[in-house]
C-alpha cells in the first residue's frame, strides 16, 4: 500500500521563526508533489506544487529528495495567519492516465504563537 | 480561476434517508471525486470518475453510491444513511493532462441522526 506520512504536530513555534516539517512516501515512482494548505473546518486548498530542482514562493519554499523519498516545506518569518494543517499529496499515475493516483498525507498542524 | 462548488455547506438528514450530494465544476476537468475526511483518520477516498458515466471505488466505497451524467457533474448518494456517515464530505477535481493538482469545494459537513 502506498504511504505518505507526516508528523502530525502539533507545532508551536513563536511569530517570526523559521519552521520546517516533512513528508515521507514509499512509492519511489510518485510523480508529482504538492502542498495544500488547510484551516478549521475549510476545504484544503493548494499552496504551492512541489519541483524537481525546489522552487519557492514568497516566504515558502518546498524541496524535493528523491533519493530519500521526502518533501518538505520551510515557511520563514512566520506569520499568526500561517497557523492551519499543512497537508502532502503525492501522485503516483503517469500525466494522461485515467485513474486517481493521488495520496494525502494526515496533515501537519502548525500553530503560531504571538 | 476554478471553482467547485458543493450543493450545501451543513446538511442534517435522518438515518435511513436517501442523501444526495451534489458537486460541480467550471473547467471541464475529466477527474472529479469524493472524500470524506474524519478527525485523526484524514482525507479518505470514497469514488472517483474519470469520465461521464465512469466510476471507480477508492478506499471506502461501501454505503456509498455515485453517478455522473455529464462532465461538469460528480453526484454522491448515500443510499441509506447510517450515524457513521456523519462526516465532512469534499469534492474535488483536476485536469488530468501534466498532473496538475486538486481543487477542492467547500465541503459539506453532515450530519446523520
Known amino acids: 500500500r502506498k504511504e505518505v506520512e507526516q508528523d502530525p504536530g502539533p507545532f508551536n513555534v513563536p511569530e517570526g521563526a523559521t519552521v520546517a516539517f516533512n513528508c515521507t512516501y514509499s512509492n519511489s515512482a510518485s510523480q508529482s508533489f504538492f502542498w495544500y494548505r488547510q484551516d478549521c473546518r475549510k476545504e484544503p486548498k493548494l499552496l504551492m506544487s512541489?519541483?524537481?530542482s525546489g522552487n519557492e514562493d514568497g516566504r515558502f519554499t518546498a524541496q524535493l529528495n528523491r533519493a530519500s523519498q521526502y518533501i518538505s516545506l520551510l515557511i520563514r518569518d512566520s506569520k499568526l495567519s500561517d497557523s492551519a494543517t499543512y497537508l502532502c499529496?503525492?501522485?503516483?499515475?503517469?500525466?494522461?492516465?485515467?485513474?486517481?493516483?493521488?495520496?494525502f498525507g494526515k496533515g501537519t498542524h502548525l500553530i503560531i504563537q504571538p | 480561476d476554478v471553482k467547485v462548488t458543493q450543493s450545501s455547506r451543513y446538511l442534517v438528514k435522518r438515518t435511513g434517508e436517501k442523501v444526495f450530494l451534489e458537486c460541480v465544476q467550471d473547467m471541464d476537468h475529466e477527474n472529479m471525486f469524493w472524500y470524506r475526511q474524519d478527525p485523526g483518520l484524514g482525507l479518505r477516498l470514497i469514488y472517483f470518475?474519470?469520465?461521464?458515466?465512469?466510476?471507480e471505488k477508492g478506499d471506502i466505497p461501501e454505503g456509498y453510491s455515485v453517478s455522473r451524467e455529464k462532465k461538469e457533474r460528480f453526484s454522491l448518494i448515500l443510499e441509506s444513511a447510517s450515524t457513521n456517515q456523519t462526516s465532512m464530505y469534499l469534492c474535488a477535481s483536476h485536469l488530468v493532462q501534466g498532473n496538475q493538482p486538486q481543487h477542492f469545494g467547500d465541503g459539506t459537513r453532515l450530519s446523520i441522526l
Open positions: 512541489v519541483y524537481s
Open positions: 470518475s474519470y469520465d461521464v458515466k465512469m466510476k
Open positions: 499529496v503525492v501522485n503516483d499515475r503517469e500525466s494522461g492516465g485515467g485513474a486517481d493516483g493521488l495520496t
